[in-house]
């Protein structure tokens, strides 16, 4: 969402695209909220439209198809006087024999256009990568990166805000690959102990970028560092005025889920301004029905005075 913490400037009207949440028949299956699409071969290209929702306050959960993984969501609108703008993905599918888990949170700044588009786009970007399954770091990135030119090349029509984003793709439950831009985050607990899957995007720690493009990073008293004293992310999908300073390009991480491996909490910079990565999982872990977990999280966010659009993903491993 559009705060201080985040853009430095105010949105004119412009036209949003609007999602709404619906239930479609595919192939024999149902898809509605947390429902399982199957796909035996090719590719869906409406797939796109089944992803994720958003609203002013939002919850829901899943489970994979033998129910041993499941998953909760809970999005809570921030302080500030315009439309919610985070968005998120969270449902499992079935493509060419393998049942892939996706998951993300999409943190946008004025407005909800462009992160709208990655909730309806990327995933089924990075899925359409003819190399996606021999070499998903590569598919991913460049996913990421085409988006990102597309999101530009349409700017008339999305407007000149932003989203950071984070995209997690759990395969067959064994292995698990996490991309990010700007600063929404993934974090997994295994063994009891938080592990950070992300990097978060800051103009400080990657100033010499930003100048190297001719822009500049300000440090303002009272106030976060900007790029060019407006973006508070070096990385962001869209920011059309600001993109010759900035970095669309993700940090990725792969793991493997073992007998060890908790939970994966996936949430926007609401979330975590105001609580720890081992805090978190903490919570996450404690509670084990994931919607509950998600509402908590968001819940004690709000408690402790975050501003901020609040969105988390729990997704839940064991028991």
């Known amino acids: 969402m559009i705060t201080r913490d985040k853009m430095d400037l105010q949105m004119p009207s412009q036209k949003l695209l609007q999602v709404q949440r619906f239930g479609i028949r595919w192939f024999g299956y149902w898809i509605w909220g947390g429902g399982i699409l199957n796909i035996e071969s090719g590719w869906c290209?409406?797939?796109s439209q089944l992803v994720g929702g958003r609203s002013s306050s939002s919850s829901g959960k899943g489970k994979n198809h033998e129910g041993l993984i499941k998953y909760g969501f809970?999005?809570?609108?921030g302080k500030a006087n315009h439309p919610m703008e985070d968005y998120h993905v969270a449902k499992f599918v079935q493509i060419q024999g393998h049942e892939?888990?996706?998951f993300a949170i999409y943190d946008g700044h004025l407005g909800d256009s462009v992160p709208a588009y990655l909730q309806k786009h990327l995933f089924s970007n990075i899925l359409k990568e003819e190399e996606f399954w021999v070499d998903p770091n590569r598919s991913i990135?460049?996913?990421?990166?085409?988006?990102?030119?597309t999101i530009l090349s349409n700017s008339s029509d999305l407007g000149r805000g932003g989203s950071t984003a984070v995209t997690a793709i759990l395969i067959n439950g064994k292995r698990l690959w996490v991309a990010n831009v700007g600063d929404s985050r993934a974090v997994l607990s295994r063994g009891g102990q938080a592990r950070q899957m992300?990097?978060?995007h800051e103009?400080?720690?990657e100033r010499g970028s930003i100048e190297n493009k001719g822009?500049?990073?300000?440090?303002?008293?009272?106030?976060?560092?900007?790029v060019n004293g407006q973006l508070a992310v070096s990385r962001a999908f869209g920011d059309k005025s600001l993109k010759s300073h900035l970095r669309s390009d993700p940090d990725i991480q792969?793991?493997?889920?073992?007998?060890?491996?908790?939970?994966?909490?996936l949430a926007s910079d609401g979330l975590w301004k105001v609580m720890s990565n081992q805090e978190a999982v903490d919570i996450a872990k404690r509670i084990k029905d994931p919607l509950k977990a998600a509402k908590q999280l968001t819940a004690e966010a709000l408690k402790r005075e975050s501003k901020d659009d609040i969105s988390c993903v729990v997704v839940r491993f064991r028991g």
């Open 45 to 47: 290209p409406s797939y």
């Open 74 to 77: 809970s999005l809570v609108k």
């Open 100 to 102: 892939l888990g996706l």
């Open 141 to 149: 990135s460049k996913a990421y990166e085409r988006t990102d030119q």
């Open 198 to 200: 992300t990097t978060d």
């Open 203 to 205: 103009p400080n720690t």
């Open 215 to 226: 822009g500049f990073v300000s440090n303002m008293p009272g106030d976060v560092p900007r």
């Open 254 to 265: 792969e793991t493997d889920i073992d007998n060890n491996t908790e939970v994966l909490v």
